[in-house]
């Protein structure tokens, strides 16, 4: 046997090896992703998706696009307010419209310096429906950065409200 066909069988014993060793890597990796598959597809199973409800100012054509971000001194802003409930249970709601500026604090929980405008009535939304309200509208009289302000409650069965969500639109008013 030559030298040449010495190395050339110890680089094919070598190979050989290194496939074997790539194959046993290559199906412990593949059982590891079988593994971790399995296991978001149980957590998944085991863990719905969490209740939840859709909250937004839709603009005069009830669409979540353009929306008014300029306005003249008394001119009208329309727009709606939209709500999906997925809370899985049946509940009353009421929303509170306000107009603020720049000194008005927007928080998870509420609206502090807001003015007041008017109030939709109660209404009960039932499990995977949507409601949209009437056309809305606003004017400002005052030039400078104002906001719409859409307060959602919910109201308990003892008549008591709490805060689900509040949304606004920040419009630039001019002369």
């Avoid at 030559?2 to 290194?18: F, H, L, P, T």
């Avoid at 199973?45 to 603009?59: G, R, S």
């Avoid at 003892?158 to 419009?171: A, G, H, P, Q």
Wanted: aromatic share 14%; hydrophobic share 40%.
């Amino acid at each position: 046997m030559s030298i040449k066909e010495e190395v050339s069988s110890k680089e094919d014993q070598e190979a050989k090896k290194g496939f074997k060793h790539f194959g046993k890597i290559l199906t412990v990796c593949l059982i590891v992703g079988i593994l971790i598959i399995t296991g978001f597809i149980i957590f998944y199973a085991i863990n719905p998706e969490n209740p939840y409800h859709v909250y937004t100012i839709l603009n005069e054509d009830k669409r979540m696009e353009a929306y008014p971000i300029n306005a003249s001194v008394g001119e009208d802003i329309y727009f709606y307010v939209g709500l999906g409930n997925y809370l899985e249970e049946n509940l009353i709601f009421t929303i509170r419209i306000s107009k603020g500026d720049n000194t008005t604090i927007l928080t998870p929980f509420g609206t502090l310096n807001g003015i007041y405008n008017y109030t939709a009535a109660n209404f009960i939304l039932s499990h995977e429906r949507i409601w949209i309200s009437n056309q809305l509208n606003m004017s400002f009289y005052e030039t400078g950065k104002r906001i719409i302000i859409a307060e959602l409650y919910g109201i308990t069965a003892e008549s008591k409200e709490f805060i689900y969500n509040v949304v606004f639109l920040r419009v630039n008013v001019t002369l």
